[in-house]
């Protein structure tokens, strides 16, 4: 039997199809009237076909897709009208790849790098956007880290300072100074570190005291220094047997 006829499943068009077509690519056709991909072979009809009648085929817009051969030379519609197909298309060698893993693997390193860039630039996040803050408190709390304040010793200066003797008690003197913050976010604390000198502006003594040493409460090293703000601190101390004429004051962070 050199031609049959096979019904489209779709829109039960009917088609004559050879037997080089039902051979070709396991007998896998696309139906000249709805473009439905389906298998000749399963579809097969025992009704003979009618005459023909002129009926254009559709050209589908991307050529990528037309794969399957249309099926048959002849087509018997279910209400007895043929129509006149197309040559046989070709069928795909290989599918149509999914772009989905693409998407999702783009997606999940962009994720990384973004989870990345929270952990290094966490502090500088936390005082640029505060409203951040219980957010990247959370992410540090996976990770086990914590989110310092931000810590620029050229955006905080001693704007003055003074050292005096206690009269009463000549070996006791008191360091006073300002600290100002010049940044437009709140920093912390800085470590501050006396150096005592004679005469000859040798030193004799040199100490670094820690915030919370010439603070008055833990509660004002943890809120740290608000932004453009000042604030004053005293420390009295004991020279016994120092004789110092001289003092260097210096402001730094511990790296």
């Known amino acids: 039997m050199n031609a049959a006829v096979t019904r489209c499943p779709e829109c039960s068009t009917r088609f004559k199809v050879s037997a080089e077509q039902l051979a070709a690519h396991d007998g896998i056709v696309r139906c000249g009237r709805c473009n439905a991909v389906f298998n000749a072979a399963e579809h097969l009809h025992d009704d003979e076909p009618s005459p023909q ?28 009208v043929d129509a006149n197909p197309d040559e046989p298309e070709a069928l795909p060698s290989t599918p149509r790849r999914s772009q989905w893993p693409w998407l999702v693997g ?9 989870a990345q860039a929270m952990y290094f630039y966490r502090v500088e996040l936390a005082a640029q956007l505060p409203g951040l803050k219980p957010a990247l408190a959370s992410y540090c709390g996976l990770l086990k880290c914590t989110i310092p304040l931000p810590a620029k010793a050229d955006l905080m200066s001693i704007e003055s300072s003074d ?46 005291f820690i915030p919370a040493e010439y603070l008055k409460t833990s509660a004002e090293e943890k809120l740290g220094l608000a932004a453009n703000r000042e604030t004053s601190i005293k420390l009295r101390l004991d020279t016994t047997d120092l004789k110092p004429t001289g003092y260097k004051l210096f402001l730094f962070y511990p790296q």
């Open 106 to 114: 783009v997606l999940s390193a962009l994720l990384v790098l973004l």
């Open 163 to 208: 050292l005096e003797a206690d009269p009463p008690q000549t070996s006791l003197i008191t360091l006073s100074a300002v600290l100002h913050n010049r940044a437009t976010h709140t920093q912390a604390y800085p470590h501050l570190e006396l150096s005592l000198t004679d005469v000859q502006d040798k030193v004799v003594a040199r100490r670094t």
């Open 53 to 80: 009648l002129s009926l254009p085929i559709a050209v589908p817009e991307d050529p990528a897709n037309d794969a399957a051969p249309v099926a048959g030379r002849e087509t018997v519609a279910s209400s007895g």
